[in-house]
């Protein structure tokens, strides 16, 4: 308690410290919860799990029902958990975890799927929350100090925190007494609504341009919590030879561009989504030529640590310190070297397309799947299944100086030996379109589709990124695609409309995309 209390600066505070079983009565069915958070950090634990626990201990399940939005997603101990309980009427606008993911694809959970710093402001509008005059009813945010003015002192992440209490009728803070205290890693602008805003004043990674706590109308905090569960981390798989494969030529890549003087020699901001691929491109950077680099992006995953202890990386801003259990310690225990290189950022400023465009970022993310045109599927497997949701790498894609998706050529399955392409005559379900991508990478090669025709995009597309398994039937539907649209003078991106997903029908019939032919 005595350090709580010393975290708690506003000393009239003091007197709304609850223990957790305090505010259980405060949460009724049907509400708009908000939480704080982006990936497993910066996220409330104490008050989700203590309802999952009065949920479970007396038999709630379906019966105590929230609507819930949340920056992105959070640990599974938590919202996950509330999946698991049926627990969670509506939630936006990206999650993890198998319970949750069953739960949408099976039709018990409403999800909605939307650019993050799009979502932030859109909840800050009131969109999402139209029936309850735009407002939620409970925000749950953690953080590791209050300031003598009142001010959150944030944790591992900002999320869209700044939306949720401004628009939150009652507000209940967990100070984390189990981690050292943020204060000084967090940018926060404050939102405003159109037409009053003004520019954001970033021209540079490290410029700073509000206030490093969250303004709050503290009349509004009903229960102080103390914490002491840390995040729950994040963990990836190890690196393989094709994630290192793709990393190379992605490393490459920026080699020619320097030389070719279309980048300078420190390259721009990096922004890169999460994965095994990710952290792949990160390790590559941390033993490759450039120095004097910094990052722009949402995730700080183990391998930035990395990045920062071979002296190539000067600054990082992010969203979230989405690190593994280990990640974290070693950040803990070098506070002082990583701290002062690292800032944190709402997702409506660090995902906004004013600062991305300003400061020329160069985007990496993964999809699920690209096509021979160069449209990308995030979210969707099978056209249908959701797995998260578009996250920011479509804030970050559409916007960025350079946009790169990178995937392996293809992905294995327990009935063929290759795996399923990645590459496809077209995606089911399309998130980015060839309008928004530069470079497709695969461990096979990658595909500089700037200033390139659809049909140039398609042929580089099928004869670098390929995999030689499936290069053959691509080709083939290509050049039949082509002779047939042509012939009917409609040949600016060719397609045939009845076979133009016979690979993945064949998938979901035979369990393999090789067919033998694309007659009808």
């Not at 990206?94 to 979502?119: P, V």
């Not at 999809?367 to 979210?379: C, G, Q, R």
């Not at 076979?499 to 393999?512: E, I, P, S």
Request: hydrophobic share 35%.
């Amino acid at each position: 308690m005595s350090e709580l209390l010393k975290r708690i600066r506003k000393t009239n505070l003091h007197s709304r410290i609850k223990k957790v079983e305090d505010v259980i009565p405060l949460f009724k069915t049907g509400m708009n919860i908000g939480w704080s958070g982006f990936t497993p950090a910066g996220y409330p634990k104490m008050v989700p799990i203590a309802l999952a626990d009065h949920v479970e201990k007396n038999g709630l399940q379906g019966k105590l029902k929230f609507n819930l939005f949340i920056g992105a997603s959070v640990g599974t101990e938590t919202e996950d958990r509330w999946a698991s309980l049926d627990m969670i009427d509506r939630r936006w606008p990206y999650q993890t975890g198998k319970n949750i993911q069953a739960g949408i694809n099976e039709g018990r959970i409403r999800m909605g799927d939307k650019h993050l710093s799009m979502f932030a402001q859109d909840l800050g509008y009131g969109f999402y929350t139209k029936d309850n005059g735009g407002r939620l009813d409970i925000a749950v945010i953690e953080c590791s100090a209050i300031t003598e003015n009142g001010g959150l002192v944030l944790t591992a992440s900002c999320g869209a925190v700044p939306e949720i209490v401004q628009i939150a009728d009652k507000i209940i803070i967990e100070i984390n007494t189990s981690i050292p205290s943020f204060e000084g890693l967090h940018d926060i602008i404050e939102p405003v609504n159109p037409p009053h805003r003004q520019p954001y004043l970033i021209s540079r990674v490290d410029d700073r341009a509000g206030s490093p706590y969250v303004r709050v109308d503290t009349d509004r905090i009903v229960a102080i919590i103390e914490s002491d569960r840390p995040d729950n981390g994040r963990s990836f798989s190890e690196q393989d030879e094709t994630s290192e494969a793709i990393a190379a030529h992605i490393i490459d890549f920026f080699s020619n561009e320097v030389k070719m003087g279309r980048l300078p020699k420190n390259l721009l901001p990096l922004q890169s989504g999460v994965g095994s691929i990710a952290n792949a491109v990160i390790g590559g950077l941390a033993k490759g030529p450039f120095t004097g680099l910094n990052v722009w992006t949402e995730v700080l995953q183990d391998t930035m640590l990395d990045l920062f202890d071979s002296g190539k990386l000067d600054f990082a801003s992010t969203v979230s310190l989405s690190y593994s259990v280990d990640g974290f310690k070693r950040f803990y225990e070098n506070w002082d070297k990583y701290s002062n290189k690292v800032l944190m950022r709402p997702l409506s400023i660090a995902n906004h397309p004013e600062p991305i465009r300003r400061l020329g970022c160069i985007a990496m993310n993964t999809p699920v799947e690209f096509d021979i045109y160069a449209h990308a599927n995030s979210t969707l497997v099978g056209g249908s299944r959701m797995i998260n949701g578009i996250g920011g790498s479509g804030d970050f894609l559409r916007n960025a100086y350079l946009s790169i998706m990178h995937t392996p050529s293809a992905r294995p399955t327990k009935t063929d030996p290759t795996g399923i392409t990645c590459v496809v005559p077209h995606v089911p379900h399309v998130d980015h379109t060839e309008h928004d991508l530069d470079v497709l990478v695969t461990e096979q090669g990658l595909a500089d589709l700037r200033g390139l025709d659809p049909k140039s995009r398609a042929q580089l597309i099928i004869d670098k990124c390929a995999h030689p398994d499936y290069k053959p039937l691509l080709q083939e539907y290509f050049d039949v695609a082509k002779k047939e649209c042509l012939a009917r003078k409609t040949g600016h991106e060719p397609q045939m409309l009845d076979r133009v997903f016979k690979m993945q029908v064949n998938l979901a019939k035979n369990g393999t995309m090789k067919i033998d032919n694309w007659d009808i």
